[in-house]
């Protein structure tokens, strides 16, 4: 059974940082592409940042562009979003998703999600 667990949510002011962490269980092909999604009040699951197992990556929101980094450990099965400088609208559900292959930005694209965890920005 294929199981993604997200966890690294919070609280925090704006400005600060927080590293989200997504690890991956029961999934038996050796390559996967990984993405992390964010869901605001009232809006759609936007893509954010996306990896592949051999650490090609995108970022799928260019308002991430040069806060967020999103990085993966194969040995722990574990894919990370590092997360700075946050401002209010990145406040969401943040959800990671798998598929097996293919950088894809569209939530759609994505076969297994993850229960999401809650990232709230104050200003």
């Known amino acids: 059974q294929v199981r993604l667990v997200e966890s690294g949510g919070g609280s925090v002011q704006a400005g600060g940082a927080l590293r989200l962490s997504c690890a991956v269980s029961?999934?038996?092909?050796?390559?996967?592409?990984i993405g992390w999604f964010r869901q605001a009040p009232g809006k759609e699951r936007e893509g954010v940042a996306i990896?592949?197992?051999?650490?090609?990556?995108?970022i799928c929101d260019d308002s991430v562009l040069d806060r967020f980094t999103i990085s993966r450990d194969n040995a722990k099965n574990t894919v990370y979003l590092q997360m700075n400088s946050l401002k209010p609208e990145d406040g969401g559900m943040y959800y990671c998703?798998?598929?097996?292959?293919?950088?894809?930005?569209?939530?759609?694209?994505?076969?297994?999600w993850g229960q999401g965890t809650q990232v709230t920005v104050s200003s």
């Open positions: 998703a798998l598929r097996q292959d293919g950088l894809r930005c569209r939530q759609t694209a994505y076969n297994y």
């Open positions: 029961g999934y038996d092909h050796p390559y996967t592409v």
């Open positions: 990896i592949t197992t051999d650490g090609s990556s995108t």
